[in-house]
């Protein structure tokens, strides 16, 4: 549990606009361009600590280093699994002055299994944007408490900036704790600076919802700057509503047609991301009902083999399986993959690792 006394609260860097940070570092007696200094260093270069700054004068550094803190949040646990993959636990402050919750959330680097030489280096860094999740999908452990807060932009930034002093990143997903679409402006605003800034290209970065037809429909307007995942999970609109409760009443079609604008407006092929769980959606008349709706779609399916939870009654299929789905997907002319999930002996399921410790 991560003690309150720790989170700091005075207004972190990222939480400043170029110009409000302007403002400040020539009222700590620097000159406005120091700001782009400063915010080129953290951003684009990965430096972490003013001390490191070394074309700011000392005393400059030392008033920043009392001012503004680079980072927010505390980082409350950490776990790394054999294959490389690292999960951080962070908590970030309470806001308003601190009638606002503080908000725990995970972060997940995963550097590359068999890089080659075409392959860029670098890893996946796996983002969250709420604390919590008020989307409530029965098999994940991110939603079994509902939501805390939503996250603010520099607070999903953050989690790129401490993922990239992990090591290079090549490419990320929103797919962490949080429903992004319910918390969109902080998101955008994060990733627009991910993409100017940080240097990771809009093809590089997927983000992933439970598919909300109406947000999603004024979103593809938007011209946005990255690439579309809705998780589906099922080709049924009853067990839809029970795996994914807050879309009651949303049926798969309003959904699938919400995917086809998106593809229209935007050019980009939506990815459909299908959770396996074992004897819940993985049957032989799953696959031919989700064929039969994605027939003709431009689209891929993206298998994902459920990554068990330790409080929860789902399991994940066997290898064969989820080759199986995969293959019998193919057959009937859908574009499938697999996705076999990274670091399973670090608390890998999603938000295991943030209710372990808020437990
Ligand atoms: S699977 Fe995603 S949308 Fe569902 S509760 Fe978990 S974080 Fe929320």
């Known amino acids: 549990m991560t003690d ?97 919750k503080p908000a725990t959330i995970e972060v997940v680097h995963m550097p590359s299994l068999k890089p080659t030489e075409e392959d860029e280096v670098g890893a996946t860094l796996c983002v969250s944007t709420q604390a919590g999740c ?68 809009s093809r590089k970065i997927t983000v992933s919802t439970v598919g909300f037809p109406d947000r999603l429909h004024r979103a593809a307007r938007d011209n946005p700057r990255y690439q579309l995942a809705i998780s589906l999970h099922t080709p049924d609109d009853e067990q839809r ?39 819940v959606n993985d049957s032989v008349g799953h696959v031919q009902r989700l064929a039969e709706k994605l027939r003709g779609r431009r689209c891929t399916v993206n298998v994902i083999p459920y990554n068990p939870s330790e409080s929860l009654p789902f399991h994940r299929p066997s290898s064969a399986a989820v080759e199986a789905f995969q293959t019998r997907l193919q057959e009937a002319g859908v574009v499938a993959t697999v996705r076999w999930s990274r670091g399973l002996d670090g608390a890998a399921a999603c938000g295991q690792l943030r209710s372990r410790n808020l437990d």
């Open 4 to 100: 309150p006394a720790a989170l700091r609260s005075a207004r972190p860097l990222l939480a400043y606009s170029l110009a409000d940070l302007e403002a400040r570092v020539v009222e700590l007696g620097g000159r406005a361009f120091h700001a782009r200094v400063v915010r080129k260093a953290v951003l684009e270069q990965g430096v972490l600590e003013y001390a490191d700054m070394t074309s700011l004068s000392a005393d400059l550094r030392a008033r920043l280093d009392a001012e503004i803190p680079i980072l927010a949040a505390v980082e409350s646990a950490r776990t790394v699994a054999n294959d490389g993959t690292t999960k951080l636990l962070l908590s970030f402050p309470p806001r308003e002055g601190g009638r606002d």
């Open 241 to 279: 509503a029970e795996l994914v409760p807050a879309m009651a009443g949303t049926t798969v079609d309003e959904i699938l047609e919400a995917g086809d604008d998106w593809f229209q407006q935007t050019g980009r092929e939506v990815t459909y991301e299908y959770a396996l769980l074992g004897g």
């Open 134 to 201: 008020p989307v409530a999908c029965p098999f994940c452990a991110s939603g079994l408490a509902g939501l805390d807060r939503n996250l603010d932009a520099h607070e999903i930034l953050e989690q790129y900036v401490r993922g990239r002093a992990l090591g290079p990143l090549k490419r990320s997903v929103v797919m962490g704790i949080g429903e992004p679409f319910l918390n969109l402006p902080a998101v955008t605003a994060a990733l627009d600076v991910v993409h100017d800034e940080m240097g990771l290209g």
